[in-house]
């Protein structure tokens, strides 16, 4: 059982993978959108397919306040597209896994400001870690949804 994060950007779409007890989330990589995120759902079929991913988790960019706000709405579209491309695939017996994952969605605010501050606590520059960050922002996601999974449990 393996879950993926993924943080949607406007020029990479960063990914994470669970390990497969469900305890830690790692970075896998980018894929580079060029300000288009929707450009990533093949990669992306491809990542759950390759690794047998059971549950799908995506950052929703909620506004500060708690609404939705472009990027949940945009976010929310992405999702919706990504389980209908898999619904497709399924049902063209094209889909390698004979499930379907679930996809859900995870408040990601202020995500990204907690990636650039643990890359920077790294010594690393932000010249450097510009690339690193959408993958990290996955990380946190998945790791979010990972500890709030045991906390349920628990």
């Not at 943080?7 to 990479?12: E, K």
């Not at 970075?27 to 093949?42: E, K, L, M, T, Y």
């Not at 063209?92 to 643990?118: G, I, N």
């Amino acid at each position: 059982m393996v879950w993926l994060g993924i943080d949607l950007g406007d020029a990479r779409v960063g990914l994470a993978l669970s390990d497969p007890g469900l305890t830690f989330a790692h970075p896998i990589g980018n894929v580079q959108v060029f300000g288009d995120s929707f450009r990533a759902i093949d990669e992306v079929l491809e990542v759950i397919e390759d690794n047998n991913v059971e549950k799908v988790v995506i950052g929703l960019p909620l506004q500060l306040d708690g609404t939705e706000g472009k990027s949940a709405k945009k976010a929310l579209r992405w999702g919706k597209n990504l389980i209908k491309r898999m619904q497709i695939l399924h049902d063209e017996k094209d889909w390698a896994l004979d499930y379907m994952p679930e996809v859900v969605w995870k408040d990601e605010r202020l995500t990204t400001v907690s990636a650039h501050r643990q890359l920077l606590q790294a010594d690393l520059s932000t010249k450097k870690h510009r690339p690193m960050v959408d993958q990290q922002s996955a990380v946190l996601i998945l790791q979010s949804a990972l500890d709030s999974k045991y906390a349920q449990q628990n």
